[in-house]
């Protein structure tokens, strides 16, 4: 057992991910992996890089967002509306809490975030805003979002498409944040193949680097290629 907490998150998803392709055997690898995860999670419902630290914002954050990404997702709810409690708490941007709280469907309407000065946020911050916006039913706002990446993407259709390269996750992680949130705001189909070409393209030259980029990765593409086959 790592005891490196992302690893043990992405494990965690793999196996759901495992279960989602009808493979029963990923049950019990589930529920051993979420006895870890209990033991992992402090008291203030905050998750540690390592076990037994203290407990982060952002990997506990990270926790949440890619659970909330994963169809049928097999997480504890005790766990969850802990560590829900604990970001509500914490210090992280209002848009990331507002962020989460949508993606597990705890948003309220009269906490409706409302920022109109986004045009000079970078590509995964306008990712987030965007989601946020579509989870709200502020559609109009989302909509302007995708427009102005689409107006700011590079690359082609063909062989890939992307933004300008940025720190945080790299370029691999803003496209599979992309990639989900086109799907979500029924992009056109060559935006979401371009998509799809980008980020099989770096598995091909690059391979997919830190197992959270893998996690991300794998997650949008599982989601993007069942859609399709539905």
Known sequence: VSNNTIHLINQRFAADLGLQMQKEEYLKKIEVIDEWLAETQNIDGGFSWFPKGRSNPYITFYLLDLGSRMKAVT??????????????????????????????????????????????????????????????????KAHSILLSLKETALGSFDAGIYWARESWG?????????????????????????????????????????????????????????????
Do not use: C
């Open 75 to 140: 997480l504890q709810k005790d766990m969850v509306k802990k560590a829900i409690n604990y970001i509500n708490q914490s210090k992280l941007p209002n848009l990331y809490t507002a962020y989460i709280n949508a993606q597990w469907g705890l948003h309220k309407k009269s906490q409706t975030l409302s920022i109109d000065d986004w045009s000079s946020y970078p590509p995964y911050l306008k990712i987030m805003l965007g989601r946020y916006y579509q989870l709200v039913g502020e559609n109009e």
């Open 170 to 230: 790299g370029a691999l992680q803003l496209a599979s944040d992309a990639l989900l949130f086109f799907v979500e705001m029924g992009a056109e189909k060559e935006w979401i193949q371009g998509l799809q070409m980008e980020i099989l393209k770096h598995k091909r030259l690059n391979g997919w680097g830190n197992s959270k980029a893998s996690a991300l990765a794998i997650s949008a593409l599982w989601t993007t290629f069942s859609e399709e086959v539905e």
